[in-house]
């Protein structure tokens, strides 16, 4: 089974990507981009809105696709995941619904981080590091 997800990538005036630590499994303690699963009804760019509000407490618009990329779940899923540039229109930084942190990370930091398996990689591959 297939289920469509989304990441929202914000990079600020410094250069730092956003992340979030994920509270919840898959990759729960992992550091990872923003996002989550597309609800039923829902188009992509309103489920990147809904979900960075929720792990970020960021207002968000959103961009263009950056990538996808499809990554093993439990019991045979596979998460067809679609990151998109989004830029932060408001509110405040938190950590919320099924993150457990949330901050601004340069690619040095990054790349010390505990990740999700292949994040570095995919953002190499979009040329964001």
Not at 1 to 27: A, E, F, H, T
Not at 74 to 95: C, F, K, M, Q, S
Not at 107 to 121: F, N, S
């Amino acid at each position: 089974m297939r289920v469509r997800c989304v990441g929202g990538i914000i990079v600020d005036g410094s250069g730092r990507l956003l992340l979030v630590r994920r509270g919840r499994p898959p990759g729960e303690g992992l550091w990872s981009i923003p996002g989550g699963r597309v609800e039923p009804g829902e188009d992509d760019a309103a489920a990147v809105v809904r979900e960075l509000g929720e792990e970020t407490g960021l207002d968000v618009a959103v961009g263009a696709l950056v990538g996808s990329v499809d990554r093993p779940g439990p019991g045979g899923v596979t998460y067809e995941i679609h990151d998109y540039a989004a830029t932060v229109t408001g509110g405040t930084l938190r950590a919320g619904d099924d993150a457990s942190d949330a901050r601004w990370t340069t690619p040095a930091e990054l790349r010390a981080l505990p990740v999700t398996p292949g994040l570095v990689e995919a953002l190499e591959s979009w040329g964001l590091l």
